[in-house]
């Protein structure tokens, strides 16, 4: 048997440990970063919102005018055996698709590239140690990148362009920082490398509404954020409004909702995490495991 | 022996064909374009100006702080290894460092990643077909997307980042031409997909200073131009500016001095490649032979 419990990886319909998935160097994929993908996560062994993903992913892939040869029903059926495969009950699974190799001798032309699927599952990511989350993380507001403009790669189709997060996570991690979050052009709060960012003002949550990804964990903090009785706008938050917020926290489906105890050398919510985003972090965690938002993979039920 | 002539890729000493070249799919460099690279010419058995090349791609790693355990000796060699190897006396040669996989699980920190180092060649390969290069080619100002900022992602440090591109190219070929060139967010001419770009106005050359790769085939322009006599200037190109020009060209390591007959639906030079683009044209191909700025590769010496 092939150990698949560090991660597997789905190509052509094969099932490989992931370690030994790997995609051409000639791939456009590769060296144009012509790719788009999503991030689907797996929690007590079933899927979360698996529908909303795919279906944001097969946006991507369209505006993205790449061709897959798979709908949707075709990309779950491999993501639940990839996963069912792995048996891992919590996973992080990304789906992809790339432009792929050009065939044409020397053709510059992406019409001419034969695009392609694959899959990759490895053990839940936490783009934030829980422990770390629960007391409420630190992030650095970079100073030497602004976020790439919507109108030169657009963030709703979600792409592998972190040039400019990677710049930031340096910043941040040289000073002791967590994690990084990027101003766009206009002096506005965008999103960070795999999370939207909230601020709460008394009864109202703002987040961004453009130049920023729009997250399937970010629609969840609003819904839930609309339920518990918040008022919750989504439109350009500039950093000065920004600063005078009572409490921050980040989204990602990589660890939900995380507080944010301090940016820059400022702390919001006494240096810990805020009442808000600690009641939508567990709020969270619960919703995780709702029925109707739920695919179960079978063979990965819970031992009883 | 393994067929190495439609390419070959260095991979820790090792040569092997560039088809069996692959990346893990879980490397930064493909999941965060997080690659720092290069590509130089060879022409007639030897490289063009390699040390220029090869201090640019040091340039770019230094940049990306990516950690590649090699100096220019080191790159040059497994170049000329690889190449040599390969047989192809014409052939377009990359050299790559890539952040690589991060081997603590969960961690979100750059620096715990694992960068490394590969090459490949393929044959050399023109960016526009030399006939069509001799006629003069045809260019789309892209209209749905800018070139990425700056201040985003540094075009100087030469990255895959190509979202923007490949978005112009789509409109480009739509639409009949066989490239495009990106505006800048201040409304300038920048560059497009492997090229920068040129605009003649009488005895004056000028092309963009700012927000532009700065090519080494661009570098050898401006010495050719000024060599004969040309004034050259390296500053912001407003596009009402270029529209006014003589004649307009493109500089590539992958074809040279392309001129250029229509931009949109306005000609230039009538239509035709311009006298100064294709005078210096012929030059930059003698000048691919000029002793002094070539390195014979062993091997790959003419037959006589």
Redesign the interface.
């Known amino acids: 048997m092939t150990d698949l419990s560090h ?1 597997a ?1 789905w190509f052509g319909g094969r099932i490989i440990p ?2 030994e ?6 791939d456009w ?7 788009g993908y999503d991030v689907v996560p797996v929690w007590r062994g079933g899927f979360f919102r698996l529908d909303d993903y795919v279906d944001r992913f097969l946006a991507s892939v369209a505006a ?2 790449l061709e897959i040869g798979m709908d949707a029903a075709g990309v779950k059926s491999a993501l639940t055996q990839m996963v069912a495969a792995s048996g891992l009950r919590d996973a992080y699974v ?1 789906m ?1 698709a790339a ?1 792929g190799r050009n065939p044409v ?2 053709s ?4 001419d590239c034969v695009n392609h699927f ?1 899959a ?1 599952c ?2 839940y ?3 934030v ?1 829980p422990d770390a989350a629960d007391a409420g993380t630190s992030v650095w507001i970079a100073k ?6 919507a ?3 657009d963030p709703t189709v979600k ?8 710049g930031g ?2 910043e941040a ?1 040289d000073r002791g920082y967590e ?1 990084t979050m990027l101003l766009d ?1 206009q002096g506005n709060v965008t999103e960070g ?2 999370f939207n960012v909230f601020a709460v003002f008394g009864d109202r949550i703002v987040t961004s509404g453009h130049g920023v990804l729009h997250g399937i964990t970010r629609a969840t903090v609003l819904e839930m954020a609309a339920e518990a009785g918040f008022a919750v706008e989504t439109r350009p938050l500039p950093l000065d409004e920004f600063w005078q917020a009572d409490e921050v926290f980040l989204s990602s489906s990589g660890g939900g909702v995380i507080p944010v105890a301090r940016v820059d050398d400022r702390t919001f919510s006494n240096g810990a995490a805020g009442p808000v985003a600690t009641r939508l972090r567990r709020t969270y965690f619960d919703w995780l495991v709702r029925p109707e938002w739920r695919t179960e993979i079978a063979g990965l039920e819970a031992a009883t």
């Not at 994929?29 to 790719?35: E, F, M, S």
């Not at 510059?108 to 019409?111: G, I, M, N, S, V």
């Not at 030497?144 to 403009?149: A, D, E, G």
């Not at 792409?159 to 990677?166: A, P």
Request: charged share 20%; aromatic share 10%; glycine share 8%.
């Open positions: 991660g990886a992931v370690a998935a790997a995609i051409p160097v000639t994929g590769v060296t144009h970063a012509d790719i993205l005018r990304a992809v432009r001798p020397g510059r032309d992406p019409r694959y990759w490895v053990p990511v936490h783009i140690k030497s990148v602004r976020r790439i403009p109108d030169s790669v792409n592998y362009h972190w040039g400019d997060f990677t996570l340096f991690k994690t052009h490398p795999g």
